[in-house]
Structures are given as structure tokens and as C-alpha cells.
């Protein structure tokens, strides 16, 4: 008697270990793969009390009713343990539908055999009532029901095969998870296997229901110092033994789980630290301002919702410090956070090399500054010489009452040469400014652009017409200077009766005579005559265009309409040469063709085409 109380008294505290381990991780884990284990928590808590029910009572017959109540449920225990190894080691995908109809199939045909068998007895055909050291009812075993036993059996070994696996190819938190696991269930089936194949009733009591308390303490050892379910396991498979980057796992908690090498590179000491929350093993990667709960949805990934981690970390090493960027990943699942990942990438040569290009930029900057000081002082000092050369060409026309006409073509020439120069004087400092290169590129539309140029320029009864827009990468204000250029380009040269051949688009006079054009040359237009009366603005393939409906341009002078100083009478011929040096300041490349029209089309190719 005191023996079978004693025994007793070991089944109550292993069911009340396997409830109360099956309650803890209902409250505070989540998946799939925590479902399962529960599931079997529940099956193992079953099969204990039933077996507790038949060694509590003397009466044969309620020996027999309890043991067919939990004996048809005992039967599910080793396919739900092999479906929740299956997914404890990220193996769900073999879980297909075909593989779950053929393991409910195996499931309900055992069950219904074992609740069916007092009527057919193919699993037992008779039981023995043996009375040492207590009574205990013991089954006659058949054919059909060994086979299905080694059924069992398999899945059993299966699921044992995978956590070995695992075992193997892991480490740390993850392996030791893993090896509590695999004692446990070993423990049962060792104990099992051995009640079941014993020789003459060797062992009168059957040890798996006490062995199943052996097996929930691993569990709850695992559970507690070990974050058992924290983070999925394969995520140790797939991502830390592969990935070139640190990676830290912590639980929903913020408890340290897992790490791989690259990680303790950084941090030597991490290893130390598994289990601990990482505001205490590794302050430095903790962001205090904002609290990590398993109970907190963080599962946006667009940012809106604070992650308690920081973004950099500085390591000393001596001489060479390294900085390191931290990435970070809610790992969630049914949008619940079960984990994060941490991945640590050494960003130091990295910004390093930006520090050494925003140097070279500030140089950049001071150099292109100077040359604009530089601009503006030879623009100033130009002025004194060309207004003493003005007022000198003033006294000398004074002097000469009546000059010849070589001389007075001559003193004409002067006058157009002053006038270039102080043109050119005036417009050096914008020139020195545009010939800069963009070194912030930003964001623009070529139809935000265009629209805005076409706005402050004075273009008559000209239209603008847009065929097709584009993202641009520039200066959006010197952009809009190219556009103003060209716009005023047409609108002096295409419109009105004393069109002339030059900047863009060209033509003469209705009379015969040719007239200078931009390019410094005096040629026919392609289309006397020809008004100008739509500009169109559109992307090409390579980038985009400006083109006109004007007399257009003489092939030959093509190569020199952007030159610098070359201009039509009354013009200054900058025009053009500010829209190079604008486009080539993009590192863009210019050039001007005939328009499916017959005008001027300007085509610039983008370095982002």
C-alpha cells in the first residue's frame, strides 16, 4: 500500500508539472509550433491521469472503462510530437495537404480501432489483471497492434532524427533548447520501449506516465533558461549560419537568444550574455526611450512605429575604432512579434569614405567659390579700361567732324568690340557660377521644370505643348535656366519679321541679304520665311528634348551655336552658352537637330538615361 500511494503521489506530480508547463507557455508563447506542443502537453497530461485513474482503483471493471478512455488518446501523442518537431525545426513545408490527409487518416483509423475493440478485438485480445505490487490491468497484445505501435515508433524517431539535427547544426540557446528536448523524449521512449518488449512480464508497471515528469522538467528547463520557443530555431538554420553580417535573435522581451560568429566578433563577450535582456548583457545596442513587450504589436515595418534599438554603435579598438550600423527585424507571425533580429554590419570604411567625399565636396565648394570671387574681380576690373576705352572712342568721333567711311566703319567696329566685352565682363560671373557641377542632385520632373521656365519668360503667342514626362536628377534652378534659355532662344530668332539664323532656331530676313547668326556665320535658313508658333517640351529615350516649329537651323553651323560670344546683331550670344555649361554641369551632353517640323529640336542626353 504505501508503495502504491507513493506511486501515486509521482503520477499527480507529473500531471500537475505537465499542466502547469502547458499553462505557462499558453500565456506567454504563440505559433504554431507552441500550439502543437501544447496539444501534446494535453495528450501526455490525458494518458497520465487515465493511467492514474487505473492504479487509484481496485475495481476491475473501472480498470477496464478507464483504460479504453485514454488509451485511444495515448494513440495520438507520437504523430502530434512528430508534427511539432516538424515545425519546431522549420520544416512546416512538409506539411502539405496530401501529407496532413494521410496523417488524419492514419489518426482517426487507430482511434476508431482502439475505441471499437471490445467489439472485434484486433488490437487486444484479452487483459490480466496482475496484483503485484497493486493492481494493475494489462493488455494481450496482436499482430495488428504491434504494427501499429512501430508506427508510433517511427514518428517518434523522426521527430527525435530532426531535433538531432538540429542539435548538430546549431549551438548555443538553440542547441541546448534541442538537447533538453532530445533527452526528454528519449527518456520516453526508452522507457517504453522497454515496457513493451519486456520478457515474461519483467516490469509489472509500466515507467513511461513517471518518465513523462523527467520530460516536462527538461521542458520547463528549457522553457526558462533556455527562451525554449522564443525565436523559431530555423531561424539559427537559415539566417546565422548564411548571412556575412552579425546577427543577434532576441525574444519579444528583449532577452538575448541567439547570435552567430560575425556577431561575436563585435562583441566578444555576447556569449555571456544568452538569456539576459540586452539592456543588461549589451546596453550599448539598447535604446532606453522606448520598452519592448510581447504584448506590443511592433510589427510596422514602415518605420512609424519606434523599435527600442539604435542605429549605430561605436566600438573601441585601440587604434582603429569601428562603427556599426544595427538593422533591425520584428520576426512575427499572425501579427503578434515573436522575436527580433538584430543584424550588425560594419559600416566603417564606408563612412569613412563619405567622410573623405563631403571633404572633397567642401573643397569643391571653396574652389568653385573662388572662382566665382575670381569672376566677379576680373569682371569689376574690366569695367575702368573698357570705360576709359568708351570715352576715348566718345572724343576721338568728337575730334574727327567728318571721318571718312573706312574710318567711321572702323570706329563702328570699335564700339561693336567694346560692347561684346563689357557683355562678356557682365556675364562672367554667371557663367563661372553655372559651370559648376551639381554635387546635390535632387528629384525633379521635366514637366515641373518646363512649366515653371515657360512661365516667367515673355513668349507672346508662342504654346507649349508637352509630349511625355520624366524624373530628372539635378538643380531644379539651373534646370529652369536651360528652359528660360531656350524658350528666349525661340522667341528672338523664330518669331516676328526679322527672324535670324542663330541661337536655335534661324532664318533671314524676307529680303535676300543674309544676316549674321549666333554661331558668327551668315547662311540661308533652311525654311525662310517660317514663323515659329508652338514649342514642344518631351522625353526621349535617352532624356529629353525642346523643339520648335520655326525656320530652323543650317546643318553647318550646329557644331558652333554654343560657343561662347557668338551672337546675332543685338544679341549677346550667351544664351546658348549658359545652357551648355548648365547641361554639362549635369555631366548631360547638348546637341541641336532639325525637329520632325522642319525647326530647331534640342536634344539632351541625361546621365541617367
Given at each position: 500500500m504505501p508503495f502504491r500511494l507513493a506511486y501515486l503521489t509521482v503520477l499527480v506530480v507529473v500531471l500537475v508539472a505537465v499542466l502547469r508547463t502547458a499553462h505557462w507557455v499558453r500565456r506567454h508563447r504563440n505559433g504554431p509550433e507552441t500550439r502543437t506542443f501544447l496539444v501534446l502537453s494535453?495528450?501526455?497530461?490525458?494518458?497520465?491521469?487515465?493511467?492514474?485513474?487505473?492504479?487509484?482503483?481496485?475495481?476491475?471493471?473501472?480498470?477496464?472503462?478507464?483504460?479504453?478512455?485514454?488509451?485511444?488518446?495515448?494513440w495520438l501523442a507520437p504523430l502530434t510530437w512528430f508534427v511539432f518537431t516538424v515545425r519546431y525545426t522549420g520544416r512546416e513545408y512538409w506539411l502539405t495537404s496530401r501529407v496532413r490527409a494521410l496523417l488524419g487518416t492514419w489518426a482517426v483509423l487507430v482511434t476508431g480501432l482502439s475505441v471499437t475493440n471490445p467489439w472485434h478485438r484486433l488490437l487486444w485480445r484479452d487483459f490480466q489483471l496482475r496484483t503485484d505490487p497493486f493492481p494493475v490491468l494489462n493488455a494481450v497484445r496482436t499482430p495488428i497492434h504491434d504494427l501499429i505501435l512501430a508506427t508510433s515508433y517511427v514518428f517518434v524517431l523522426a521527430g527525435v532524427f530532426l531535433l538531432a539535427i538540429l542539435f548538430v547544426r546549431t549551438r548555443r540557446s538553440v542547441a541546448r533548447q534541442a538537447g533538453l528536448l532530445l533527452v526528454g523524449s528519449g527518456a520516453l521512449l526508452i522507457a517504453h520501449v522497454t515496457f513493451m518488449t519486456q520478457v515474461d512480464g519483467a516490469i509489472e508497471l509500466n515507467p513511461t506516465p513517471a518518465t513523462a515528469g523527467i520530460f516536462s522538467l527538461l521542458v520547463a528547463r528549457a522553457l526558462f533558461r533556455h527562451r525554449l520557443f522564443a525565436v523559431q530555431p530555423f531561424a539559427r538554420d537559415v539566417v546565422l549560419s548564411e548571412i556575412s553580417d552579425g546577427v543577434v535573435i532576441l525574444d519579444a522581451e528583449g532577452h538575448l537568444s541567439d547570435f552567430n560568429g560575425r556577431a561575436k566578433a563585435f562583441f566578444p563577450d555576447i556569449s555571456e550574455g544568452i538569456g539576459e535582456h540586452l539592456s543588461t548583457s549589451h546596453p550599448e545596442l539598447f535604446d532606453g526611450t522606448a520598452a519592448v513587450s510581447s504584448n506590443d504589436s511592433r510589427t510596422d515595418r514602415s518605420g512609424t512605429v519606434p523599435l527600442p534599438f539604435v542605429d549605430r554603435v561605436r566600438l573601441e579598438r585601440g587604434d582603429d575604432d569601428r562603427t556599426v550600423a544595427v538593422e533591425v527585424s520584428p520576426l512575427t507571425t499572425a501579427a503578434v512579434v515573436r522575436g527580433y533580429v538584430l543584424i550588425l554590419r560594419d559600416?566603417?570604411?564606408?563612412?569613412?569614405?563619405?567622410?573623405?567625399?563631403?571633404?572633397?565636396?567642401?573643397?569643391?565648394?571653396?574652389?568653385?567659390?573662388?572662382?566665382?570671387?575670381?569672376?566677379?574681380?576680373?569682371?569689376?576690373?574690366?569695367?575702368?579700361?573698357?570705360?576709359?576705352?568708351?570715352?576715348?572712342?566718345?572724343?576721338?568721333?568728337?575730334?574727327?567732324?567728318?571721318?571718312?567711311?573706312?574710318?567711321?566703319?572702323?570706329?563702328?567696329?570699335?564700339?561693336?568690340?567694346?560692347?561684346?566685352?563689357?557683355?562678356?565682363?557682365?556675364?562672367?560671373?554667371?557663367?563661372?557660377?553655372?559651370?559648376?557641377?551639381?554635387?546635390?542632385?535632387?528629384?525633379?520632373?521635366?514637366?515641373?521644370?518646363?512649366?515653371?521656365?515657360?512661365?516667367?519668360?515673355?513668349?507672346?503667342?508662342?504654346?507649349?505643348?508637352?509630349?511625355?514626362?520624366?524624373?530628372?536628377?539635378?538643380?531644379?534652378?539651373?534646370?529652369?535656366?536651360?528652359?528660360?534659355?531656350?524658350?528666349?532662344?525661340?522667341?528672338?530668332?523664330?518669331?516676328?519679321?526679322?527672324?535670324?539664323?542663330?541661337?536655335?532656331?534661324?532664318?533671314?530676313?524676307?529680303?535676300?541679304?543674309?544676316?549674321?547668326?549666333?554661331?558668327?556665320?551668315?547662311?540661308?535658313?533652311?525654311?525662310?520665311?517660317?514663323?515659329?508658333?508652338?514649342?514642344?517640351?518631351?522625353?526621349?529615350?535617352?532624356?529629353?528634348?525642346?523643339?520648335?516649329?520655326?525656320?530652323?537651323?543650317?546643318?553647318?553651323?550646329?557644331?558652333?551655336?554654343?560657343?561662347?560670344?557668338?551672337?546675332?546683331?543685338?544679341?549677346s550670344g550667351f544664351g546658348l552658352a549658359i545652357v551648355r555649361t548648365i547641361v554639362e554641369a549635369h555631366e548631360w551632353d547638348i546637341s541641336v537637330t532639325e525637329s520632325r517640323s522642319g525647326g530647331a529640336r534640342f536634344e539632351i542626353v541625361t546621365e541617367n538615361a
Amino acid at each position: 500500500m504505501p508503495f502504491r500511494l507513493a506511486y501515486l503521489t509521482v503520477l499527480v506530480v507529473v500531471l500537475v508539472a505537465v499542466l502547469r508547463t502547458a499553462h505557462w507557455v499558453r500565456r506567454h508563447r504563440n505559433g504554431p509550433e507552441t500550439r502543437t506542443f501544447l496539444v501534446l502537453s494535453i495528450l501526455i497530461a490525458y494518458w497520465v491521469f487515465g493511467f492514474t485513474l487505473q492504479a487509484a482503483t481496485s475495481s476491475t471493471h473501472f480498470k477496464f472503462l478507464a483504460f479504453h478512455l485514454w488509451v485511444p488518446v495515448a494513440w495520438l501523442a507520437p504523430l502530434t510530437w512528430f508534427v511539432f518537431t516538424v515545425r519546431y525545426t522549420g520544416r512546416e513545408y512538409w506539411l502539405t495537404s496530401r501529407v496532413r490527409a494521410l496523417l488524419g487518416t492514419w489518426a482517426v483509423l487507430v482511434t476508431g480501432l482502439s475505441v471499437t475493440n471490445p467489439w472485434h478485438r484486433l488490437l487486444w485480445r484479452d487483459f490480466q489483471l496482475r496484483t503485484d505490487p497493486f493492481p494493475v490491468l494489462n493488455a494481450v497484445r496482436t499482430p495488428i497492434h504491434d504494427l501499429i505501435l512501430a508506427t508510433s515508433y517511427v514518428f517518434v524517431l523522426a521527430g527525435v532524427f530532426l531535433l538531432a539535427i538540429l542539435f548538430v547544426r546549431t549551438r548555443r540557446s538553440v542547441a541546448r533548447q534541442a538537447g533538453l528536448l532530445l533527452v526528454g523524449s528519449g527518456a520516453l521512449l526508452i522507457a517504453h520501449v522497454t515496457f513493451m518488449t519486456q520478457v515474461d512480464g519483467a516490469i509489472e508497471l509500466n515507467p513511461t506516465p513517471a518518465t513523462a515528469g523527467i520530460f516536462s522538467l527538461l521542458v520547463a528547463r528549457a522553457l526558462f533558461r533556455h527562451r525554449l520557443f522564443a525565436v523559431q530555431p530555423f531561424a539559427r538554420d537559415v539566417v546565422l549560419s548564411e548571412i556575412s553580417d552579425g546577427v543577434v535573435i532576441l525574444d519579444a522581451e528583449g532577452h538575448l537568444s541567439d547570435f552567430n560568429g560575425r556577431a561575436k566578433a563585435f562583441f566578444p563577450d555576447i556569449s555571456e550574455g544568452i538569456g539576459e535582456h540586452l539592456s543588461t548583457s549589451h546596453p550599448e545596442l539598447f535604446d532606453g526611450t522606448a520598452a519592448v513587450s510581447s504584448n506590443d504589436s511592433r510589427t510596422d515595418r514602415s518605420g512609424t512605429v519606434p523599435l527600442p534599438f539604435v542605429d549605430r554603435v561605436r566600438l573601441e579598438r585601440g587604434d582603429d575604432d569601428r562603427t556599426v550600423a544595427v538593422e533591425v527585424s520584428p520576426l512575427t507571425t499572425a501579427a503578434v512579434v515573436r522575436g527580433y533580429v538584430l543584424i550588425l554590419r560594419d559600416v566603417t570604411e564606408h563612412e569613412r569614405l563619405i567622410e573623405r567625399l563631403e571633404s572633397q565636396n567642401t573643397k569643391l565648394e571653396a574652389k568653385n567659390e573662388q572662382l566665382e570671387r575670381l569672376a566677379h574681380v576680373i569682371s569689376h576690373d574690366l569695367q575702368t579700361p573698357l570705360s576709359t576705352a568708351e570715352k576715348l572712342l566718345t572724343l576721338l568721333r568728337l575730334d574727327l567732324a567728318d571721318p571718312g567711311p573706312d574710318v567711321d566703319q572702323s570706329l563702328e567696329d570699335m564700339e561693336t568690340v567694346h560692347r561684346r566685352l563689357r557683355e562678356f565682363a557682365e556675364h562672367m560671373p554667371k557663367l563661372a557660377r553655372e559651370s559648376t557641377d551639381v554635387d546635390r542632385p535632387v528629384e525633379c520632373t521635366l514637366e515641373d521644370v518646363a512649366r515653371a521656365a515657360w512661365d516667367v519668360v515673355e513668349t507672346g503667342s508662342l504654346e507649349l505643348e508637352l509630349e511625355g514626362d520624366r524624373l530628372l536628377e539635378g538643380d531644379p534652378r539651373r534646370l529652369q535656366q536651360v528652359f528660360e534659355n531656350l524658350y528666349r532662344n525661340v522667341v528672338e530668332h523664330a518669331v516676328g519679321d526679322e527672324m535670324q539664323v542663330g541661337t536655335g532656331s534661324s532664318s533671314v530676313p524676307p529680303s535676300s541679304t543674309p544676316t549674321s547668326g549666333d554661331d558668327g556665320r551668315e547662311s540661308p535658313s533652311s525654311h525662310p520665311g517660317r514663323t515659329a508658333s508652338t514649342v514642344r517640351v518631351g522625353a526621349s529615350e535617352k532624356g529629353f528634348y525642346v523643339a520648335d516649329d520655326g525656320p530652323g537651323i543650317v546643318p553647318e553651323q550646329e557644331e558652333e551655336l554654343f560657343e561662347y560670344g557668338v551672337g546675332t546683331k543685338g544679341s549677346s550670344g550667351f544664351g546658348l552658352a549658359i545652357v551648355r555649361t548648365i547641361v554639362e554641369a549635369h555631366e548631360w551632353d547638348i546637341s541641336v537637330t532639325e525637329s520632325r517640323s522642319g525647326g530647331a529640336r534640342f536634344e539632351i542626353v541625361t546621365e541617367n538615361a
